[in-house]
């Protein structure tokens, strides 16, 4: 089944939450911060806008 592009922003808005939340443990490794930066990149690169809100959840926006 073909996922619409609606469920592919949610999807990766709760896959940025997480990785946030990983980057912030108390355990996280340098490279767990490493790997959520690039991921926010990727986002930059494909043409989209973000924004993390207080309570760590994300919210992406096509870019104009």
Avoid: C
């Avoid at 999807?11 to 990785?19: A, D, M, Y």
């Avoid at 043409?47 to 994300?58: K, S, V």
């Amino acid at each position: 089944m073909k996922r619409t592009n609606k469920e592919i922003k949610q999807q990766t808005e709760i896959w940025l939450n997480e990785r946030w939340m990983i980057a912030n443990m108390k355990e996280a490794r340098p490279q767990d911060m490493s790997y959520y930066n690039g991921a926010l990149k990727a986002v930059e690169f494909l043409g989209y806008e973000w924004q993390r809100h207080e309570d760590g959840t994300h919210t992406l926006y096509k870019s104009k």
